[in-house]
């Protein structure tokens, strides 16, 4: 992130920069010595992020955002804490009380990063589930398919491994059932226990079972007991 220095202490701004060094997910593109330097370098250079002093001479900290037409990420960095309550209300990242604590600083940093992440998840928008039109990749050993979700009728969980059920082939993947749960569509697949996830459309029939569970036979004729817990959410799902 490239970051602004705004503070009228000249071994302040030093201070900070030596501390901001063992962050080099920061990038320090300028330094100003009060608002007006600061509005100037801001509408320049268009920084992700201000360190910005609180108390200054001429305009402060608050009237200089006031000012701007588009505000960047903003740590304020002040001796005083009677301010933090505003700041916060201006909707400020963090508050660091000087002296900085490289602790502090790195903590500060550290919700930049959760921030910069929403961000680019919030841009990127949510991750496309896999769905019966899908493709994937399944490697056994040394033999190899490439499948349609589709024709995929059941997973089950054993041990470390997943069985993937599929015409008459049986291959193990490595990799966790909840894991392989959060990349599927809901719509498609259904978790059934903590040893299965379905395909719902191989789904042939349907039985009571033991203790207010369910038994599911697929297609082909393979059976499947859903455990009372998902019993009430698979009736849901497959009801009008």
């Not at 990038?27 to 201000?50: C, F, K, R, S, T």
């Not at 769905?131 to 009728?153: A, E, I, P, T, Y």
């Not at 059920?165 to 059934?192: G, Q, T």
């Amino acid at each position: 992130m490239r970051a602004l220095i705004v503070d009228d202490e000249r071994l302040a701004r030093k201070e900070l920069m030596k501390l901001l060094e063992d962050h080099p997910s920061i990038e320090v593109v300028g330094e100003a010595m009060n608002a007006e330097e600061a509005i100037q370098m801001v509408n320049e250079l268009n920084p992700d992020l201000l360190f910005l002093d609180i108390q200054m001479p001429g305009k402060t900290g608050f009237q200089l955002l006031e000012e701007l037409d588009s505000v960047p990420l903003v740590v304020f960095t002040t001796a005083y804490d009677e301010f933090a309550l505003k700041a916060f209300e201006v909707n400020a990242l963090d508050y660091l009380l000087k002296p900085i604590q490289p602790e502090r600083l790195a903590e500060a940093v550290s919700k930049l990063a959760d921030k910069e992440r929403a961000k680019i998840a919030a841009i990127r928008g949510p991750e496309k589930k896999l769905g019966l039109n899908d493709q994937v990749f399944v490697k056994d050993g040394d033999r190899c398919w490439f499948v349609s979700l589709n024709n995929v009728r059941l997973f089950e969980s054993d041990g470390n491994y997943i069985k993937v059920y599929f015409d008459n082939n049986r291959p193990m993947i490595h990799k966790s059932l909840n894991a392989l749960d959060e990349k599927l569509d809901e719509r498609a697949f259904f978790r059934a226990s903590r040893k299965h996830i379905v395909n719902l459309s191989w789904v042939e029939g349907i039985e009571p079972w033991f203790n207010g569970g369910l038994m599911v036979k697929l297609r082909g004729g393979d059976k499947v007991e859903v455990s009372r817990r998902q019993a009430a959410k698979f009736k849901d799902m497959m009801s009008l």
